[in-house]
């Protein structure tokens, strides 16, 4: 879906209840962002508000086959149109990373994960919210959670495993079915109580945290010394039978 179709759906009553809902999970777990620096990759930024003002840098970045809009409304765009597997950003200037309408619908997921993890900070955090492959949502297209590549659980701890992430949380959200139907619709809260306690595998999405891993080996500081030493006891051919008696004889 392009962000004009995006933008719809989440002008319509179906996507301010999966806006409020998943918001929700994302601030449970990043409930202080004070003072760091937030990216929303994909289409994010339905998402970023409540960092505006406690965050001290927040901005969207959206890829080039979905396309960009200005945002937020009033004031400075802080949005940008992007290469998904070239992100414009400096190493490690990142804080936190939320990934939307990303992920399940990139053509290199291995290539932005791997962005991701270099714009990302030591310590930095990323939430990935992707459509869940048991769910209603993922079956239904007239959402955006209805395109792109659904996910397990397993699926994507495997994928953010061999990007050289670590999952650390992780949330489900979205347990009404995707009619905007207004009764239905005013009954979500309670299909999302319901649906925490009783089938929280058949959530419409997932969302993971995640933290980068380092690998990283110092090497120790070679000496002269050191180098003799291993000069000296470098693979030499066995000495013959005959010359053993003779050393142990003597």
């Known amino acids: 879906m392009d962000v004009i179709d995006l933008r719809d759906f989440y002008g319509r009553p179906l996507g301010r209840v999966a806006q409020y809902h998943i918001s929700r999970r994302v601030r449970q777990v990043w409930a202080d962002v004070r003072g760091l620096n937030v990216l929303g990759l994909g289409f994010a930024t339905p998402y970023l508000p409540p960092f505006l003002g406690e965050a001290q840098r927040v901005i969207g970045l959206m890829p080039a086959r979905q396309g960009v809009l200005h945002w937020p409304a009033d004031g400075k765009s802080l949005t940008g149109l992007v290469d998904e597997r070239e992100l414009p950003l400096e190493d490690e200037s990142m804080d936190r990373v939320l990934v939307v309408h990303g992920l399940e619908a990139s053509e290199s997921m291995r290539g932005m994960l791997r962005q991701i993890w270099r714009v990302l900070a030591p310590g930095g955090r990323v939430i990935i919210v992707v459509p869940n492959r048991r769910g209603l949502w993922a079956r239904r297209e007239a959402t955006p959670f209805g395109h792109g590549q ?12 061999e990007s050289m992430f670590s999952p650390s949380a992780w949330e489900v959200a979205l ?28 959530s419409g999405v997932i969302l ?25 006891i470098a693979p030499l051919p066995a000495p013959a039978r005959s010359m053993i008696s003779g050393n142990e004889e003597g």
């Open 208 to 232: 993971v945290e995640a933290t980068k891993q380092i690998y990283a080996a110092t090497p120790l500081p070679v000496t002269g010394k050191v180098k003799a030493r291993v000069r000296a």
């Open 175 to 202: 347990f009404a079915p995707p009619f905007d139907w207004r009764p239905l619709l005013r009954s979500a809260a309670a299909w999302e109580r319901v649906g925490q306690m009783l089938w929280p595998r058949f």
């Open 150 to 161: 659904p996910f397990s659980r397993v699926q994507l701890t495997q994928l953010l495993r």
